[in-house]
């Protein structure tokens, strides 16, 4: 009886535990939020928004005159997603479906791990192959004299896209129950058939989920691109130029700016910027996520 | 269980032990110009060996850093490789610190371009509209039909700002200018494309045998159009201000520099501190120079 009492306590107290870390993330993400917005707010004082949005000028420390549009950046940003998504989605859904189907067991338990492990790499370290490796290798194959652009980027980016792709794809086409396999066999298809035409369409929910999170990786990205992308100002009209993206602008610029100033503000209006172009991506990913649901279902 | 509690409680016992013996002396932090990062760090070493009772941390960020720094009192000491602008004045006053300067060397700032450009010199307003856009290929210099590739620091760096007042005469960048995250790379970048031009510290033009990188080509400067064109390697040349774009590397403190500041900084500006400076590659300062550390030190 003493006992069930104490282990009712120890539940509620466990029980409270959980809601409170819960409750924890949420107020994070809102004071995050708040704090975003009322720094940034003031930069409008000053800029107009749409000059903020759509010029393509950035130069808040010029002699002449100050300027504050983003575009340039907005579309490198972009570029340089884009770049990695299609480089790291066809291989990354490629490598899970050979770990998940086509490899031996032994084959998958170390390539596996050794996917994950490419996930801890440190972003500088990945930035400096980019300045070494990669962007020699592009100069040369391209021509282009340096390789310091947004191929470069995508590259780099794609690479780090790539753990998260691999792994969470994976795991989800092994979640498929044996049974559609199974059946799809039976029914005469060949191997290849059953897994491009019934497993990937039904583990298609996760490898969604799987690449909006590689992209949002991507986005996010600070420290390669900011090494590896040469971050120059001007608007890109390629693969080949050089970009200087959103992420890379804040850190280069934080360090210095005197607080309080317009330029001040509108570095964190960038970051504004930034968050609610990764929150539609992650609108845009449940939506998808719900449809396929529903569809299963 | 029991036995757990008490090794945890002895391992805390014994780090608390520890954090209390290590010697409570103050460190000096040294925050600012990345030209000047290397040099400073190897003079607050040897300075660290010759008295060990000295402790001092020396990170860079850029000039910008340094003086933003100083004014927030994150740092004692600021390295900057441009002057204090006046909005930085303003705000230091009112965060009630007075800052002092201090000259620690003279750096030739250098133009580089990879060693195929054929290239010997620039004028000033040559390199002034290279950088702000106007010359897009290197035929128009005189040199090969090759695009020109320009490469600079951010506009964290005072190196930039000081490229911006006096080369480019306080007009804008180039947007196509690719900015770098320090001198090393920018050298790293210029090696390997041979449309490249970048500016860098004259310390960063040798290797660590104390020869000039290979591959490298650092370019005569003249003042004039049809001037004697002078080079940043050339003592006499930055001295005497016939390199045209030599300049004072600075420390600043905030009020009378006193302690061990001030000894570190009596040691810099003295003989065996520019001794150091000389073999790292950047020039000693001159007497005038000299006059104006001294009246800072009263």
Known sequence: MKKSKRS????????????????????????????????????????????????KNWDPTSPEKAEYGILSMIVGTLLVTAGSLALAVPIGIAVAAYLSDVAHWRVREIVKPVVEILAGIPSVVVGFLGIVLFGPAIARIFHTGNGLNAVNGSVLLAIMALPTIISISEDSLNAVPPAYGEASLALGASRWQTLVRVKIPAALSGIIAACMLGMGRAIGETMTVLMATGNARAFP?????SVRT????????????????????????????????TFIVNVIADVILHKYQEREL | ??????????????????????????????KGSDTMVNLVQILAEEYMSLNPAAAMAVIGGGSGTGVTGLINKTCDIANHSREWKPKEMDQAWEKGVSPRFFVIAVDGLSIIVNGKNPLEKLTMAQVGALYRG?????????????????????????????????????????????????????????????????????????????????????????????????SPLDKEAVDTKKYPVARPL??????????????FLMWETGPEGQKIVEREGFYTIGGDYQAQNEKNFK
């Open chain 1, 8 to 55: 009712k306590i120890k539940e509620s107290a466990i029980r409270a535990f959980f809601l409170s870390s819960g409750v924890l993330a949420v107020l994070v993400l809102i004071g995050i939020f708040i704090t975003l917005l009322a720094t940034a707010v003031p930069a409008f004082r000053e800029i107009h928004l749409s000059e903020f949005l759509f010029k």
């Open chain 1, 237 to 241: 009209h390629g693969f080949l130029d």
């Open chain 1, 246 to 277: 959103m992420t890379a602008d804040i850190a280069i610029e934080l360090g210095e700016v005197p607080y309080y100033t317009t330029h001040y503000y509108a570095l964190f209006a960038i970051g504004l910027v930034l968050f609610v172009m």
């Open chain 2, 1 to 30: 269980m029991k036995k757990m509690l008490i090794t945890a409680l002895a391992i805390i016992g014994l780090l608390a032990s520890a954090a209390a013996a290590a010697p409570a002396r103050k460190m000096i932090q040294i």
């Open chain 2, 134 to 230: 106007e010359i897009k290929n290197w035929k128009m210099l005189g040199g090969p039909d090759k695009a020109v590739s320009l490469y600079g620091r951010q506009s964290n760096s005072g190196t930039y700002t000081f490229m911006q007042e006096h080369v480019l005469v306080n007009k804008n960048y180039s947007t196509d200018m690719k900015e770098m995250n320090g001198s090393a790379q920018i050298i790293e970048s210029i090696l390997q494309d041979e449309g490249a031009v970048g500016y860098v510290g004259v310390g960063y033009l040798y290797d660590k045998d104390g020869k000039i990188r290979s591959g490298l080509k650092i370019l005569n400067i003249s003042k004039e159009p049809n001037g004697q064109a002078y």
């Open chain 2, 250 to 263: 600075y420390q600043a403190v905030n009020g009378r520099p006193s302690g061990e500041i001030a000894r």
